[in-house]
């Protein structure tokens, strides 16, 4: 399988209801449909992993794949936040801020995010309405 995005590529954690709850309120605000989704357990995911040198075995962070660059943890929640527009890129404030403080706010609440929020049995599977916005 050879995994091509048409635009920005969501990577998350199928099984995380906080990552699942994020999906939606990305789908939800993205009139547009310019980003498209892939768990990071999928083939699609696990494939653009691969291709951008990022661990297939370590679901702790979102990834933003825009083109030929990966983004990770605050970077990729900033990023995705500026794709939305306004008001979501005022986020790009938090720029200011240096990247290991970020991402070790990040870590905090990925580390402690199936006992906040809980985890499903199985990944995430799109509606027929949502079908075309995920990588299969």
């Known amino acids: 399988m ?3 995005p048409d635009g920005p590529v969501v ?3 199928g099984v995380c209801n906080l990552c699942n709850g994020l999906v939606d309120f990305l789908i939800e605000r993205d009139s547009a449909g310019r980003l498209q989704f892939a768990s990071l357990q999928s083939a699609a ?3 653009l992993l691969a291709r ?3 661990p297939t075995d370590d679901f702790d962070s979102v990834v933003l794949v825009d083109g030929d660059r990966a983004y990770t ?3 990729a929640a900033i990023r995705i936040a500026d794709l939305l527009g306004w008001p979501y890129r005022a986020a790009r404030v938090t720029r200011l801020l240096p990247t290991r403080l970020r991402d ?3 870590d905090a609440v990925a580390d402690n995010r199936y006992d906040w929020f809980g985890r499903k049995d199985q990944c995430r599977l799109p509606d027929e309405d949502l079908r075309d916005r995920f990588l299969s």
Do not use: I, N, P
Request: charged share 30%; glycine share 12%; aromatic share 12%.
């Open 2 to 4: 050879t995994t091509d």
């Open 11 to 13: 990577l998350f954690d």
């Open 45 to 47: 995911g696990q494939e």
């Open 52 to 54: 951008h040198g990022l």
């Open 73 to 75: 943890k605050s970077t």
């Open 104 to 106: 070790r706010l990040y």
